[in-house]
Nanobody, 127 residues
Framework: QVQLVESGGGLAQPGGSLRLSCAAS????????IGWFRQAPGKGREGVSC????????YYKDSVKGRFIISKDIAKNTVYLQMNSLKPEDTAVYYC????????????????????WGKGTLVTVSS
């Protein structure tokens, strides 16, 4: 069964950190471009960070550059999103997605050609 399962969400204080995990089953994650998206209450979904399948090129939304880091663990078939210096505006449900035949930039900017979506994990940043 093909699945993407996110974990690691929760409550964090402003300035704090969380690490999200996206575990794949039923397919080899490294063959796909992988992205993290988020949707805040009352807002549309936006691409946060994406990583390519071939050379691990990365894309970051401007508002998270320097704070978030995307990475892969091929042995664990898992992609991570390390989120540092969290802000209240980072509050959202975070989803991971996998897409073949697309670049990291295209995936993050246009949701281009997503093959699989996870169900999401909630991140709340509040004091």
């Amino acid at each position: 069964q093909v699945q993407l399962v996110e974990s690691g969400g929760g409550l964090a204080q402003p300035g704090g950190s969380l690490r999200l995990s996206c575990a794949a089953s039923g397919f080899t994650l490294d063959s796909y471009t992988i992205g993290w998206f988020r949707q805040a209450p009352g807002k549309g979904r936006e691409g946060v960070s994406c990583i390519s399948s071939n050379d691990d090129s990365t894309y970051y939304k401007d508002s998270v550059k320097g704070r978030f880091i995307i990475s892969k663990d091929i042995a664990k078939n898992t992609v991570y999103l390390q989120m540092n210096s969290l802000k209240p505006e980072d509050t959202a449900v975070y989803y991971c997605a996998a897409a073949l035949f697309t670049t990291e930039e295209a995936l993050c900017i246009w949701d281009n050609g997503v093959d699989y979506w996870g169900k999401g994990t909630l991140v709340t940043v509040s004091s």
